[in-house]
T-cell receptor, first 113, second 109 residues
């Protein structure tokens, strides 16, 4: 059973608001990831981290930022939400040496009006 | 560019066998992964191939041919709960996962 949690599960907000999507894992995994997924579409990597104080941008251009101050915590922040940010955001983690076996959180479904 | 192709949708009958194909062109190869994703839920890991051949795991098997850039996921004795999307992903030379768009599998009674 994977122990990775995301909050909120669902969020509806207005344009221009700042939001933070939380992600925590209790497995001690060094690697953590944020993906964006629209219905029926592939997963797009937004950000990833290989450990504390390490963050990298993925292949999807995004106006979001992340931080990794603690191993277990990897929050994603949108400074000014827009309708184009409406999507499902999935957080995942993996153990060192197991880069392809990801454990996913249940996702945060964001709607920006 | 990097590309992973899989059929958009497949339909099969409960109790039958179905094969979901995946072809890939990536910069480097460090393994191929299959994930299951039920509607509205997060993906869960199913199987992993790094060498050519068949890996069996209960009702599910996965096959890999690196020379052909080809894999398939075989599901036997289909159950209604197997209705889901099946995602093929390749770990590239930078150890980043490249994802296919997924195959939606519909199981009919």
């Amino acid at each position: 059973e994977a122990d990775i949690y995301q909050t909120p599960r669902y969020l509806v907000i207005g344009t221009g608001k700042k939001i933070t999507l939380e992600c925590s894992q209790t497995m001690g995994h060094d690697k953590m990831y944020w993906y964006q997924q629209d219905p029926g579409m592939e997963l797009h990597l937004i950000h990833y981290s290989y450990g504390v104080n390490s963050t990298e941008k993925g292949d999807l251009s995004s106006e979001s930022t992340v931080s990794r101050i603690r191993t277990e915590h990897f929050p994603l922040t949108l400074e000014s939400a827009r309708p184009s940010h409406t999507s499902q955001y999935l957080c995942a983690s993996s153990a060192s040496g197991e880069a392809g076996e990801l454990f996913f959180g249940e996702g945060s479904r964001l709607t920006v009006l | 560019g990097q590309n992973i192709d899989q059929p958009t949708e497949m339909t099969a009958t409960e109790g039958a066998i179905v094969q979901i194909n995946c072809t890939y062109q990536t910069s480097g190869f460090n393994g191929l992964f299959w994930y299951q994703q039920h509607a509205g839920e997060a993906p869960t890991f199913l199987s992993y191939n790094v060498l050519d051949g068949l890996e069996e795991k209960g009702r599910f098997s996965s096959f890999l041919s690196r020379s052909k850039g080809y894999s398939y996921l075989l599901l036997k004795e289909l159950q209604m709960k197997d209705s889901a999307s099946y995602l093929c992903a390749v770990l590239d030379s930078n150890y980043q996962l490249i994802w296919g768009a997924g195959t939606k599998l519909i199981i009919k009674p």
